[in-house]
């Protein structure tokens, strides 16, 4: 089946910029999702961005697709202690099936 | 209220008990979607309305049955669950679905923590 993957755990230090990767492996994808969940509290819609785009940008977040590789990265500028949470990638193909990564874990160090 | 709404935030259940989760879209959605949410597993889908209509049961056992009274409110009854049924059950809504090659966000609610005894 498709599948979504993301690395466990991501640490930085507060003002540095954050890279959170995902790898996914339908090829008729057609959205991609970046979700953020803190402790508690459902997920909250960060940004999407569609497939024929190579690059989002919405304030400190910046979204990078390379299509043929299957990759998708968020980048947090200037990273805040608020900005601590789990992170999570989605894909459609256009449905309502969203694939989701198992998420990574932002720690921001003070 | 705004957004998407799940009552209550945390539940506690033996296996011989009967319980509902509550959720509530102030969207103007019309589409709902039950998810269960389990420590490093990625989010399942578990059933899908659209416009009332229950357009995607992803496998779930029986003991637990979704109803979907109206477009703004979603339940998910619960009966002789198990141990490993403990998880976070989230709710979400989007705009519904009407043909193929829409982008239609789903917003999610807080979650219901459920422990199973």
């Known amino acids: 089946g498709e599948d979504v993957e993301q690395s466990l755990f991501l640490s930085v230090r507060e003002g540095d910029s954050s890279v959170i990767n995902c790898t996914y492996t339908?090829?008729?994808?057609?959205?991609l999702y970046w979700y953020k969940q803190e402790p508690g509290a459902g997920l909250q819609l960060l940004t999407y961005?569609?497939?024929?785009?190579d690059m989002k940008q919405d304030q400190r977040l910046t979204v990078l697709l390379n299509k043929k590789d299957k990759h998708l990265s968020l980048r947090i500028a200037d990273t805040q202690t608020g900005d601590s949470a789990i992170y999570f990638c989605?894909?459609?193909?256009?449905?309502?099936?969203?694939?989701f990564g198992t998420g990574t874990r932002l720690k921001v160090l003070a | 209220e705004t957004g998407v709404t799940q009552t209550p935030r945390h539940l506690v259940m033996g296996m011989t008990n009967k319980k509902s989760l509550k959720c509530e879209q102030h969207?103007?959605?019309?589409?709902m979607y039950w998810y269960k949410q389990s420590a490093k597993k990625p989010l399942e889908l578990m059933f899908v309305?659209?416009?009332?209509?229950?357009?995607e049961n992803n496998s779930v056992p029986s003991r637990f049955s979704p109803e979907c009274p109206n477009s703004s409110h979603l339940f998910l009854h619960l009966h002789t669950l198990q141990p490993e049924d403990s998880a976070l059950y989230l709710c979400?809504?989007?705009?519904?679905?009407?043909?193929?090659?829409?982008?239609?966000?789903?917003?999610f609610g807080p979650g219901t923590r459920l422990l199973v005894l």
């Open positions: 309305y659209n416009f009332k209509e229950q357009t």
């Open positions: 969207l103007g959605h019309n589409a």
């Open positions: 961005i569609f497939s024929n785009m």
């Open positions: 989605a894909e459609s193909s256009g449905t309502y099936k969203y694939i």
């Open positions: 979400a809504s989007s705009q519904a679905w009407v043909g193929g090659g829409g982008q239609e966000t789903q917003y």
């Open positions: 339908d090829s008729s994808s057609t959205y």
